[in-house]
């Protein structure tokens, strides 16, 4: 008999859009739809609070299978598997072949040794690999020369049995990266160039491993939004496309040895139409050059936690961003993920935090089973669009550094270093006015964190890689809590000297009113570092004031409603008589009147938080 399915909407009529719109106007009363609703993003474009099929009608990839060109859907067409990569500091070798067979045995498969400069041998990769097997882990080197390493690895693998075609890794020759953060194309393009093509000739038999990488989590760690990562990344690979192309080397040998290394923040979906965008665009790209194998066109996607969003001030929030990041990472489909300890920001990891950082992806995989489904976003229609939309807007970019010549000509006019400050500014805008929140640092702060050590400055400046003889500004990979850290930070140093400026939060008339702005300025002050003092509530003035003055307030906060201000406010204000600095938390419609009165002081949500409490510790001689 054959088998009988029920649809269970059926007896359900369909919903048109009209009526979705219908339903949240009325639900809006009369508030302005785009600015309640549409998110207008630092991406270029707007997202509307709902999704449709019919608004699938202009997406021109969705007919594409996952493993198919152009790729939206990942490269791999029967899982989502991803490589687990953890990093080295390698100082000594036997040292860091300890560590690498202790990180192997607890469930990574990707191993990334981080040098400081260097050269390495044969002599020395029998001591970093001793007991690894190569065919089952991923070998990539950093920060050593990528020419010498590669010799040596080869040799290495030769000599040790393996067949080259086996073993998978890289190695990070990015010349154009590196002279965007550091100013100088080391010995001209001709000589990256040469090196380049050497690298892809002496890696031609080893099918699995990267020689050219184009960091663009550069661009991510600097401040750029995720469609310009995305768009100066394949600027910046095609740059590399075509200079060894015209060199003579065959495109498919150049496009299946490039890697791209992205940054992921914390902007959950748009991260994952990050990546999907990121494949449908680098498929096209390649295609424009002839490759002889459509295989070429797939793009080689390693992600790693982003550092612009990361905090040294209640840094075990940095797990709860970084597990979002890994989680839209491999929803994205990366080939391989870094997720950087949480104290990375401030100090070398240490096992413990090596160990979160290896388990949140283990943890993905293992439990979540995220690595079992292809393309785990489909069909969502919101990521369709994001998608489209990342791409649309990528695209324009990628057509406009083309139209400057390239990405180093663009580079040395200072049109990607302009168009990222540009938004990096945006965005630290956003976070001193708290339009952009960093939990723990410029919203709701732990009140009884300290730092009792110290703090090297530059863990609150941005990294300057800048190279003696730059012939162009350079990209400064900071992080956006810097700011607000270096001030509380100065809270701190000042404190081991001298009491710690105290906030006393003078509570008194409406109830609902006093306590919620009693939490806001709580939270408002505490950002800086200073000691805050609620209360339930003082039926006087003059018995706050008393209070507050017993206390050894060096901040008095009023916390009342609108209506009260205008009376109680003058009375507190003359009843401080200058004995500590005044505050009215809100902006009530009476703020002239407070003002003619001598009151100046006042904070409310419209406050740009940086600006005041940098003006509140210049009062406070801190």
Known sequence: ????????????????????????????????????????????????????????????FLNSLPGEFPFVRGTKKTNNEWLVRQSIAVTDLAEANKKALNYLMRGVDSLAFVFNGGDLTVANLE??????????VEINFVGTCSVKATEAFVAYVKKAGYDLAEVSGSVEYDPFGKFAVTGVLRNGAEHVLANAAKLIGQTS??????????NGKNFGNAGASAVQELGFSLAQGAEYLTALTEKGVEIDAVAKKLKFNFSVSANYFMEIAKLRAARLLWAQIVKAYGPKCECSAKMTIHTETGSWNKTVYDAYVNMLR?????????IGGADSITVLPFNAAYEASNEFSDRIARNQQ????????ISKIVDPAAGSYYIEELTAAIAENAWKLFIDVQEKGGFIAALREGFIQA???????????NVAIRRENLLGVNQFPNFTEKVEGELDAAVFAPVDLTTEGAEIETLKPYRGAQAFEALRYKTDVYAKTNKRPLTFMLTIGNLAMRKARAQFACNFFAVAGFDVLDNNGFKTVEEGVEAAQKAGAAIVVICSSDDE???????????VGGKAIFVVAGAPACTDDLKAKGITNFISVKSNLLAELKQYQSQLSI
């Not at 970084?322 to 491999?330: F, G, L, N, P, V």
């Not at 990222?420 to 630290?428: G, N, T």
């Open 565 to 575: 201000y205008a009376e109680l406010a003058p009375a507190a204000f003359e009843a």
């Open 322 to 330: 970084t597990q979002t990041e890994a989680m839209s990472a491999s």
């Open 1 to 60: 008999m054959a088998e009988k399915y029920n649809n269970l909407f059926e007896e359900f009529p369909p919903v048109s859009t009209q009526q979705w719109m219908d339903k949240i106007t009325a639900d809006l009363k009369g508030a302005d739809y785009n600015k309640k609703l549409v998110w207008k993003t630092n991406e270029g474009f707007e997202v509307q609070p709902f999704y449709r099929a019919e608004n699938m009608g202009e997406v021109s």
């Open 205 to 214: 038999e080893m099918k699995k491993f990267k020689t050219l990488a184009v």
């Open 362 to 369: 283990l943890l993905l995989k293992e439990e979540s089973h």
């Open 127 to 136: 001591v970093l690999l001793k007991d690894v097997c190569l065919p089952a």
């Open 419 to 429: 168009e990222v400050k540009k938004m990096a500014a945006k965005r630290d805008g």
